[in-house]
């Protein structure tokens, strides 16, 4: 057969293992990408109930702070605001580190350090919400 005569096939950057698995290079580029999305459009969704949460407790007390966030649908949109910002923040800053640390040892270190400030951040968070909220 000539060069004219084969199909011609588009040549593809992935690897045989990737092409089978259908994977990506990293192995989870994206639910990575999906996951961000979703919850992107999560804290959109949340993003104006918890403004107006946080505007009504500007210059409040703990009492009054304990009153509002004892309504079980204040405490739960501030949680699920929490619980979506904090997995957004993981996601995004793992890709960063992913993208600009060449060093593997270091971006090892870092991904593993993000992933606790994110844990960190999110149940420190939703402790004091739970803890607002009770009363304690």
Not at 32 to 46: E, N, Y
Request: aromatic residues 6%.
């Amino acid at each position: 057969m000539s060069a004219p005569d084969m199909p011609h096939k588009h040549p593809s950057m992935r690897t045989p293992l990737g092409r089978v698995r259908n994977l990506g290079s990293a192995r989870s580029g994206t639910s990575d990408f999906f996951r961000q999305r979703i919850t992107a459009v999560a804290m959109i969704l949340l993003l104006v109930p918890s403004i107006v949460i946080v505007m009504k407790l500007l210059g409040s007390n703990q009492a009054t702070a304990s009153q509002v966030l004892g309504n079980p649908l204040v405490a739960v949109i501030m949680i699920l605001f929490i619980i979506a910002s904090c997995w957004h923040m993981k996601i995004g800053m793992q890709v960063v580190l992913e993208d600009y640390i060449h060093d593997e040892k270091l971006k090892l270190a870092l991904i593993i350090g993000n992933h606790f400030f994110c844990w960190s951040v999110g149940l420190a968070s939703i402790y004091a919400i739970v803890k607002l909220s009770s009363g304690v």
